[in-house]
């Protein structure tokens, strides 16, 4: 081959989305880039995270409104957060589909369009149907395009150091709802629930620049071209692994229990007597102990001391203890002693919780590898939907039947330890880059040009670059 075209490739990358073939030379190590770009995709991640399930965990103080204004019951009003859930779980397969056919940012674009029209059309409902259908339907599949193509892309972008940025990323859950709920409340006391409706659907939009942030990640061991097929879109083979078929039925058990603080909380504390204002703090406390949480066990996560799948299920474990304490507190305590107690259950829950939270995700790489992260995300929230769409409607049925909240919390903390029990049977160790193995490629012969592995940022202002790919 002529020196001068040797020269020219040995400058770099095309402007193509894949690697280009470079002089034989020593091998670069092969990976997520665990930095660089990752960071603005981890803050990108932590507001989508913040303005999807962070809005969903406050919006149960509308609720006593709604439910006044229709003349419903809590049981009924609590199916407009379930379906919610249960549509943004159970679809975000398709999200993570989408995602790995035309790639996460226009995904994520367009659901944050569709969650914001949901609150748009619900801030003009005239019965409980239209909250269902607005909230419900089309602000869920919105969450749904959103939250796995998210995620999926930041687990890429992360070795090293992937369960702090993943704990990064979902801390947006409990800074949104240490925000929100308060404000929520404000909005509520001035403009009414539908104002306050139409103004989170302005701020709902904001999912859409985020979208944009979200670069394309090529990396070694991704298949050379996406799957056509949609059942191969959706990573269904996925169950045929062991590891993820027991991570899955675990994760599904503590789906039943898991999301029924995020409906009926502030609902809980509205029964013991505190007013508005009150049940926010309720929410914002375990808001607080949630985000900081998330990092903390992030970090500790990324140590190694303790394997990742022992690390889930204990924190696991304790978050369905923590929702026991928050149901039984009051009891013990008796009414005239609700607040101390009340608040310290609701930061004993929300620190076990938010432990728990960044392990979910950071665990999936090792079980399934890197290139199948946002599908497994995906079907994950599928999994997690079936406890979404089941677990508030059955605690407010009990509330209903029992005139509190206190049955419902021990029955959700008791599906979580269910769960998190069968976690054990996951395997112990797990890789900790994820990625799969490159063919092994024969010795080159002299002046042959032969491809490097390398991780390649698709920026949308010039070529890729090449980045630290230590794994």
């Not at 999807?52 to 419903?72: C, N, T, V």
Request: positive net charge.
């Amino acid at each position: 081959m002529p020196a001068p075209q040797r020269k020219h490739r040995r400058g770099g990358f095309s402007h193509r989305c894949f690697p280009t073939p470079q002089t034989a030379m020593t091998p670069q190590p092969a990976g997520p880039p665990d930095g660089g770009w990752g960071w603005v995709v981890a803050a990108a991640a932590f507001a989508i995270n913040g303005l999807s399930y962070g809005l969903l965990r406050s919006l149960g103080l509308a609720f006593p409104d709604l439910a006044e204004h229709f003349d419903r019951s809590a049981q009924d009003t609590a199916w407009i957060s379930a379906l919610a859930l249960a549509v943004q779980q159970a679809a975000s397969p398709v999200g993570s589909a989408l995602s790995t056919r035309w790639g996460a940012r226009p995904v994520v674009m367009v659901g944050g369009v569709l969650a914001s029209l949901g609150f748009v059309f619900s801030a003009f409902a005239r019965s409980l149907l239209h909250l269902y259908l607005g909230l419900g339907l089309l602000a869920g599949f919105g969450w749904a395009l959103v939250f796995a193509p998210a995620l999926g892309t930041l687990s890429r972008y992360f070795s090293r150091r992937r369960v702090l940025a993943v704990g990064l990323a979902l801390t947006g859950n409990g800074a949104s709802s240490l925000l929100l709920a308060p404000a929520l409340q404000l909005l509520l006391d001035t403009f009414g629930w539908r104002g306050a409706l139409l103004l989170l659907g302005a701020i709902t939009l904001h999912l859409t620049p985020c979208g944009a942030l979200l670069l394309p990640l090529v990396l070694p061991g991704d298949p050379p071209a996406p799957p056509r097929s949609p059942l191969a879109a959706l990573g269904l083979g996925l169950f045929t692994r062991r590891a993820f078929s027991i991570f899955a039925l675990g994760t599904a058990l503590v789906g039943g229990g898991y999301f029924v603080p995020y409906v009926h909380l502030a609902p809980h504390a509205l029964d013991r007597g505190l007013g508005g204002y009150g049940a926010a703090l309720v929410v914002a406390v375990a808001a607080m102990g949630d985000a900081g949480a998330r990092l903390v066990c992030g970090w500790l996560a990324d140590q190694g001391w303790v394997p990742l799948p022992r690390l889930l299920a204990v924190f696991g474990a304790l978050t369905g203890l923590g929702l026991w304490v928050v149901g039984l507190v009051p009891v013990v305590g008796g009414k005239e002693s609700w607040g101390g107690p009340l608040l310290a259950a609701a930061v004993a829950y929300g620190l076990s919780a938010g432990s728990y939270a960044p392990l979910v995700f950071g665990v999936l790489p090792g079980l399934v590898g890197v290139g199948g992260v946002v599908q497994a995300t995906g079907l994950v929230m599928m999994l997690m939907s079936l406890g979404g769409l089941l677990g508030p409607p059955l605690s407010g049925f009990l509330r209903d039947e029992t005139g509190d909240f206190t049955a419902s919390f021990l029955l959700s903390g008791s599906l979580i330890l269910s769960g998190s029990f069968i976690y054990i049977g996951l395997p112990r160790a797990l890789p900790s880059c994820g990625l799969a193995s490159p063919p092994a490629t024969p010795p080159p012969e002299t002046g042959e040009l032969l491809p490097a592995p390398q991780a390649v940022l698709l920026s949308p202002g010039g070529p890729g670059s090449t980045l630290d790919t230590t794994c």
